[in-house]
């Protein structure tokens, strides 16, 4: 086989965690191969696809000194969070009072991708590939992945990346757990006629759970989990109605009038999703092609940029008689991100679960138990350490 066509690495997936494991292996000096379809320009001027970074998101793309080429006027900190039960309960969080900078960053997935994509300009060791795969098969030796040009690419491994419906992990035959919540997460953008002050607000209201997540320039982003018919109807509101009646459901958070900034809602589908195995031979998942979480937490990409961080410090601290593929270093990957993974998931779920059960008595026993969480401040600064990663 020619040297254009050998990596040691070939990642699939262009999102943000493709780019991502992309860029932290080439640091390790590996020459990798990257499956990235170009990726498509917000239709807003605000892009309703956001993300909260936690402490140790920010960390990885500083190391791949991606963070210090981000807009930084289109990045906002979070410093207090809000949260309100479905009847008198509420909970706060302040970076202040857990002694930390900031409980999370608000940034656009759109100027994330842009930084990523300059950085990965500007890495030698990266090949980009704008095609998809077509054939996956694994040797001993190494794996081959045919692309649906006709090429085909040797590594000793490939990390897949590519989402929840991962064709990686199809063609590696490892199967995932999946439960729909029959929720769809319905987005956009507003500016607010108050200042958000760099307050997070989320409430629990009849199963659905809403967040507005503070941008810069006043303007607030909206993360509503909606049954599906009630999705449906939200995403058929036109703006103004849309910001009416978000308005409406965030009185508490004294914002004011909200004002659509978006042209529509968007809405994807939501599910508790995990991967019976990370790894196979030759291949290693990471972020949505490994699990799925509850947005309720917004520590989806947190969860499979850590993936990210295990993966590269696995693969530099291997044995020299060992390649990227090794199953024993797969191994030591697996377990390391296992414990992450179950923890973030359960703790998703039940939230959602418990906030989803009927009745008087339910509703009193968990609002009480907000306020109980609130009144304890070491159970809460461990709840903020938990989150930063």
Not at 77 to 91: K, Q, T, W
Not at 100 to 109: D, F, G, K, N, R
Request: hydrophobic content about 50%; aromatic content about 6%.
């Amino acid at each position: 086989m020619s040297n254009s066509n050998s990596f040691d690495v070939i990642v699939v997936g262009g999102g943000l965690v493709g780019k991502s494991t992309a860029l932290l292996l080439a640091q390790a000096r590996l020459k990798v191969a990257l499956l990235a379809r170009p990726a498509a320009a917000p239709a807003d001027a605000w892009d309703a696809r956001i993300y909260s970074l936690s402490a140790s998101s920010q960390t990885l793309l500083e190391r791949m000194r991606v963070w210090q080429a981000l807009d930084a006027a289109r990045v906002n900190p979070v410093y207090d969070m809000e949260v309100f039960g479905d009847a008198r309960g509420a909970l706060h969080f302040s970076a202040y009072q857990a002694a930390v900078p900031q409980l999370a960053w608000i940034a656009e997935s759109s100027n994330v991708e842009r930084a990523l994509d300059a950085a990965l300009r500007f890495a030698p060791q990266i090949h980009v590939f704008d095609a998809r795969g077509a054939a996956l098969a694994v040797s001993a030796e190494r794996a081959a992945l045919q692309l649906d040009d006709g090429a085909t690419l040797h590594a000793a491994l490939v990390v897949g990346a590519d989402g929840a419906h991962s064709w990686v992990r199809e063609q590696a035959g490892i199967a995932v757990q999946r439960r729909d919540y029959r929720q769809v997460g319905v987005v956009a953008n507003f500016r607010a006629e108050r200042a958000h002050r760099d307050t997070a607000y989320q409430w629990f209201r009849d199963g659905e759970i809403i967040a507005l997540l503070p941008l810069p320039q006043q303007h607030v982003s909206l993360v509503w989990s909606a049954f599906a018919d009630h999705a449906d109807e939200l995403l058929a509101l036109p703006p103004a109605a849309l910001a009416a009646e978000v308005t409406r459901v965030s009185g508490d958070a004294g914002l004011g009038e909200l004002t659509c900034v978006s042209a529509s809602a968007q809405g994807f589908p939501l599910a508790l999703s995990e991967a019976d195995r990370l790894i196979s031979p030759r291949i290693a998942l990471v972020g949505d092609a490994a699990h799925t979480v509850h947005p309720l937490a917004g520590q989806g990409m947190n969860l499979g940029l850590r993936d990210v961080t295990v993966l590269g410090e696995v693969l530099a601290a291997r044995e020299g008689f060992r390649d990227c593929g090794d199953f024993t270093v797969l191994r030591r990957y697996e377990r390391a991100r296992r414990e992450d993974i179950r923890r973030m998931a359960l703790t998703c779920d039940g939230l959602q679960r418990l906030f989803a059960l009927p009745g008087p008595v339910m509703q009193r026993l968990r609002n009480t138990g907000l306020d109980w969480v609130n009144a304890t401040p070491f159970l809460k600064k461990f709840l903020v350490g938990r989150a930063l990663g």
